[in-house]
C-alpha cells in the first residue's frame, strides 16, 4: 500500500506518469468520470482549509467516487482528546483512501503507520504539502513545457511555508534548477534544507531580500503568504505581513514570460490588479489542483483506465 508523505515518495518517472495522467484526465474527462465508482475519499481537516479539502474531494467526487469527513478538529473526537492512530484506525473501516491535514509535523506519518488504507498529507505544520507540490508542478510544466532549465523565485516566507518546502525538495531532482530566495532576514529558508537540500545536490541558489532585484532574471515567480497561525507572537507577524505585495509596478521588472504562482490563500502579497496580467496563474494553478489529485487519487488506488 502507497502513502504520500512527501514529494520524493514519488520517483522521478512515478511524477511524471502522474502529471502526464493529469494532463490526460484535462484532455479527457469523461473517460475518468466512473473510475472511482463505489470507492469512498475521507478528508480529515485538523486545520483549515479551502482548496486542499475542496479539490480533493472535487477530485473524487469527478472520478465517480464519494467522500466524506470533518473539516476542523473541533468536530471530531480530537477535541475529546483521540489519538490520531485510533481515529485512522477508525477511518480505515469507512473509507478507501484519505487525506490528512494537521497542524503537527509527522501527524500524517503517524496515520500511516496505523492506516490500512492509502494516507494522503495534505499539509502538516510547517513540513511538507506533497499535493501542493504535485499542483505546482503540474502548472509549470503546463504553462512552460517544461521541468527543468529554470530560475525559480521563492518569495515570502520560506521559513513557515511547507508548500515552497515541498516544492524545493521536487525541484532539485531535475537539471538547470536555479532558485532565488526572497524573504527577510527572519524568514529566511531554514537550514535543515538549505544545507541538507541545496548544499548537499549543489543546487544554485542565491538569497536576497529585495523582490525588485530578483524579478528580471526569474521563470517563475511563486509567492507566498506570510504563515500567521505559526508565529509565536503578533508582533512579529505584524512587521513581518506586508513585507512584499506584488503589484503592477513591480510586475513591470519581470520578463513577458515569467509566470506568478501561489498556494493562496493570498493576503496582502499580490494585489489584486495583478490579477488581470496574463502572467498570473494562481487560478489556473487551482484548476489543475483538481486534475492532479485525480491522478493521484488513481495512482494510489492503483486503478487503471484504458
Ligand atoms: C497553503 C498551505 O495550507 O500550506 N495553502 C494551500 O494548501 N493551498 C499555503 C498557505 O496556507 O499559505
Given at each position: ?166 516544492l524545493i525538495h521536487a525541484l532539485v531532482r531535475y537539471t538547470g534548477i536555479k532558485f532565488v530566495l526572497i524573504s527577510p532576514e527572519e524568514l529566511k529558508l531554514p537550514d535543515y534544507i538549505r544545507n541538507d537540500v541545496l548544499d548537499k545536490k549543489n543546487v544554485p541558489y542565491k538569497e536576497v531580500v ?97
Open positions: 500500500m502507497r502513502h504520500l508523505m512527501s514529494p520524493l515518495d514519488l520517483s522521478v518517472e512515478e511524477l511524471d506518469d502522474v502529471l502526464h495522467l493529469a494532463q490526460d484526465i484535462e484532455a479527457h474527462p469523461a473517460k475518468y468520470a466512473h473510475a472511482c465508482d463505489g470507492k469512498t475519499l475521507a478528508t480529515l481537516f485538523y486545520e483549515p482549509s479551502t482548496r486542499t479539502r475542496l479539490s480533493h474531494e472535487a477530485a473524487m467526487l469527478k472520478l465517480g467516487g464519494n467522500i466524506m469527513g470533518f473539516s476542523s478538529a473541533n468536530s471530531s473526537s480530537a477535541s475529546k482528546g483521540e489519538s490520531v492512530s485510533d481515529t485512522i484506525r477508525t477511518v480505515s473501516c469507512y473509507a478507501d483512501i484519505c487525506a490528512m491535514r494537521h497542524p503537527k509535523e509527522g501527524a500524517p506519518m503517524v496515520a500511516c503507520r496505523h492506516s490500512s488504507i492509502p494516507v494522503i498529507n495534505a499539509g502538516d505544520g510547517g513540513h511538507q504539502h506533497p499535493t501542493q507540490t504535485l499542483t505546482d508542478l503540474l502548472t509549470i510544466l503546463n504553462l512552460k513545457g517544461r521541468l527543468h532549465n529554470m530560475t525559480i523565485g521563492l518569495c515570502g516566507d520560506l521559513k513557515f511555508g511547507r508548500t515552497v518546502h515541498s529585495r523582490l525588485e532585484e530578483a524579478l528580471p532574471e526569474l521563470d517563475i515567480l511563486y509567492m507566498t503568504r506570510v504563515q500567521k497561525e505559526r508565529f509565536f507572537n503578533e508582533e512579529d507577524y505584524v512587521r513581518m505581513k506586508d513585507f512584499y505585495i506584488l503589484d503592477k509596478e513591480k510586475m513591470a521588472l519581470a520578463p513577458e514570460d515569467m509566470y506568478v504562482l501561489h498556494p493562496l490563500p493570498r493576503v496582502n502579497e499580490i494585489a489584486v490588479e495583478v490579477d488581470d496580467d496574463p502572467r498570473a496563474a494562481y487560478f489556473k494553478q487551482v484548476q489543475y489542483g483538481v486534475y492532479v489529485r485525480m491522478a493521484l487519487i488513481l495512482t494510489l488506488l492503483d486503478i487503471h483506465v484504458d
